[in-house]
C-alpha cells in the first residue's frame, strides 16, 4: 500500500517564500506528482519529479529525494492567486494509477 | 481544442435513485479514471479503465459502476447502494504511452436531496 502525508493547511503573506512538504511510502516508486487546485476547480499539473534534486519552474520548484521518501513545493514571491490546495501524488509501482494526499491548503495574506 | 469533459457541473441524487455522471475526452487517452473528492480529504480512486472494454475497481468501488464502450467516453453511476453519495467527482485520463500526468475534467457536485 501507499501512505502520503503532507500538512492540511499553511498560510504565508503576499511576496514570501512558502514550502510544502510531501512525505510518502510506497511499495516501487514511479515518480512524484504536485498537483494545484482552486476551490471547486479541477487540479492542474505543475511538476513531476523522478529524479533525486530540484526542479525549477518560475517561481514554483520542486524537490525530491528517493532515499528519504520526500519531496517539498517551493513556491516563491508569493501571490494572491497561490491561495489554492497543493495535492501531492504517487503513483503506484506497476500499475502507474497516482494515489493522493490529502492536500495542503495554503491561505496568501495580503 | 482537445481536453476531458464532465457534465453536469452540479448534480442532485433523490434517495433511491440512480445517477449517471458523464466524461468525455478528445485526447485520445488509452486511461480514465474517476475519483471521489470529499472536503478536507484528498481525491480516492473509484474506478479506472486502461483501455476500452476493460476496467478495474479501485479503492472505494463499492455503491458506483462504470463502463468503457468507447475509447472517449468513461460514465459512473452512483447506485442507491451508494449511502453517501455527496462528494465532488473527477474523471481523468492520461497517454499511457508518453506521459504519467494526468489531465482532469471540471468536476461534478452530487448532492442529496
Known amino acids: 500500500g501507499q501512505n502520503i502525508d503532507q500538512p492540511t493547511e499553511m498560510t504565508a503573506t503576499e511576496g514570501a517564500i512558502v514550502q510544502i512538504n510531501c512525505t510518502y511510502q510506497t511499495s516501487g516508486f514511479n515518480g512524484l506528482f504536485w498537483y494545484q487546485q482552486h476551490a471547486g476547480e479541477a487540479p492542474t499539473f505543475l511538476s513531476y519529479?523522478?529524479?533525486?534534486g530540484l526542479e525549477e519552474k518560475g517561481r514554483f520548484s520542486s524537490f525530491l529525494s528517493r532515499s528519504k521518501g520526500y519531496s517539498y513545493l517551493l513556491l516563491k514571491e508569493l501571490q494572491m492567486k497561490d491561495s489554492a490546495s497543493y495535492l501531492c501524488?504517487?503513483?503506484?509501482?506497476?500499475?502507474?494509477?497516482?494515489?493522493f494526499g490529502r492536500g495542503t491548503s495554503l491561505i496568501v495574506h495580503p | 481544442d482537445g481536453g476531458i469533459t464532465q457534465s453536469p457541473k452540479y448534480l442532485f441524487r433523490k434517495e433511491g435513485q440512480n445517477v449517471t455522471l458523464s466524461c468525455e475526452q478528445n485526447l485520445n487517452h488509452d486511461a480514465m479514471y474517476w475519483y471521489r473528492q470529499d472536503p478536507g480529504q484528498g481525491l480516492r480512486l473509484i474506478y479506472y479503465?486502461?483501455?476500452?472494454?476493460?476496467?478495474q475497481k479501485g479503492d472505494i468501488a463499492e455503491g458506483y459502476s462504470v463502463s468503457r464502450e468507447k475509447k472517449e467516453s468513461f460514465p459512473l453511476t452512483v447506485t442507491s447502494a451508494q449511502k453517501n453519495p455527496t462528494a465532488f467527482y473527477l474523471c481523468a485520463s492520461r497517454d499511457r504511452g508518453t506521459s504519467e500526468k494526468l489531465f482532469f475534467g471540471s468536476g461534478t457536485q452530487l448532492s442529496v436531496l
Open positions: 501524488a504517487v503513483p503506484s509501482g506497476g500499475s502507474y494509477i497516482p494515489t
Open positions: 519529479n523522478v529524479l533525486d
Open positions: 479503465s486502461q483501455i476500452v472494454n476493460d476496467f
